[in-house]
């Protein structure tokens, strides 16, 4: 089993900046992907960002050029750097990691942007 616990979540003003932690313990070999999804309320699950462990990064287009990614392999921990947040980056934000065929996922934490 993969524990995964996020941290960073806040709340924030349109512009401002937050930056998401996200550190995987337990059976952790293997791990290739992770990455953040966000949930509105009222909406699905989308994706914002990934990084496998080479350091190939996926973003939505909604994020690019305002969030990065980033990881330390050796720490097992996945960042998400959200600069220029905007009200719709309102959500609930999930650290997922796959390791080999098995998807994980933190329990989530909530990120608000007031305008």
């Known amino acids: 089993q993969v524990q995964l616990v996020e941290s960073g979540g806040g709340l924030v003003q349109a512009g401002g900046s937050l930056r998401l932690s996200c550190a995987a313990s337990?059976?952790?070999?293997?791990?290739?992907?992770m990455g953040w999804y966000r949930q509105a309320p009222g909406k699905q699950r989308e994706l914002v960002a990934t990084?496998?462990?080479?350091?190939?990064?996926i973003y939505a287009d909604s994020v690019k050029g305002r969030f990065t990614i980033s990881r330390d392999n050796a720490k097992n921990t996945v960042f998400l750097q959200m600069n220029s947040l905007k009200p719709e980056n309102t959500a609930f934000y999930y650290c997922?990691?796959?390791?080999?065929?098995?998807?994980?996922w933190g329990q989530g934490t909530q990120v608000t942007v007031s305008s």
């Open positions: 990084v496998t462990s080479g350091g190939s990064t």
């Open positions: 997922n990691a796959i390791q080999l065929t098995r998807d994980y």
């Open positions: 337990g059976r952790i070999f293997s791990i290739n992907t």
